[in-house]
């Protein structure tokens, strides 16, 4: 069940860095404080041991989901020539209800919507892809039926 991950150059930095970091440092910091405290005794009732064990879970349960995660990366690039369509990677300018707007279409890992980077995957991310310059999208949002005219897109 593998599904393609879609990231910018500086996400994959970013999840490549942090999957760097806990394999060679976090999990062996954790792993030797798991040992420290299992050199205290009493298992049962040593809190430093069931805490630097939970840690360690979930250090391991992080590196095996950025590990699928990496595996089936596709990097978005920006590319000018597409004629102005919207797609992964896109930077769009938008007009609703005489709000402007600017969003960036992310994959779901890198998604920020208070930052303006929506996802590919959202109700509004995929209602702007395959889009242009001048298009109205109608999309369904909690609030109800909003309009977004599409102002500019790099």
Same mark, same amino acid.
């Given at each position: 069940?593998?599904?393609? #991950?879609?990231? #910018?150059?500086?996400?994959?930095?970013?999840?490549?860095? =942090?999957?760097?970091?806990?394999?060679?440092?976090?999990? *062996? &910091?954790?792993?030797?404080?798991?040992?420290?405290?299992?050199?205290?005794?009493? @298992?049962? &009732?040593?809190?430093?041991?069931?805490?630097?064990?939970?840690?360690?879970?979930? +250090?391991?349960?992080? +590196?095996? =989901? @950025?590990?699928?995660?990496?595996? !089936?990366?596709?990097?978005? =690039?920006?590319?000018?020539? !597409?004629?102005?369509?919207?797609? +992964?990677?896109? #930077?769009? &300018? %938008?007009?609703?209800?005489?709000?402007r707007r600017v969003f960036q279409i %992310?994959?779901?890992?890198?998604?920020? *919507?208070?930052?303006?980077? +929506?996802?590919?995957?959202? *109700?509004?991310?995929?209602?702007?892809?395959?889009?242009?310059?001048? !298009?109205? %999208?109608?999309?369904?949002? *909690?609030?109800?039926?909003?309009?977004?005219?599409?102002?500019? %897109?790099?």
């Amino acid at each position: 069940m593998d599904q393609t #991950t879609y990231l #910018t150059q500086e996400g994959l930095d970013k999840l490549r860095a =942090e999957f760097e970091d806990l394999k060679k440092v976090q999990r *062996p &910091e954790m792993i030797s404080r798991l040992e420290a405290a299992k050199a205290l005794g009493d @298992l049962s &009732e040593n809190a430093e041991y069931h805490e630097a064990k939970d840690n360690l879970a979930f +250090i391991e349960g992080r +590196i095996r =989901e @950025l590990d699928v995660k990496l595996r !089936d990366v596709e990097l978005i =690039e920006n590319d000018k020539k !597409d004629g102005g369509t919207v797609k +992964i990677g896109s #930077t769009i &300018e %938008v007009e609703a209800k005489g709000n402007r707007r600017v969003f960036q279409i %992310v994959g779901s890992s890198e998604a920020d *919507p208070a930052g303006g980077r +929506i996802s590919n995957e959202s *109700p509004l991310g995929s209602s702007f892809l395959g889009r242009k310059k001048g !298009d109205e %999208v109608e999309v369904i949002t *909690p609030s109800g039926e909003t309009v977004y005219t599409i102002l500019s %897109v790099k």
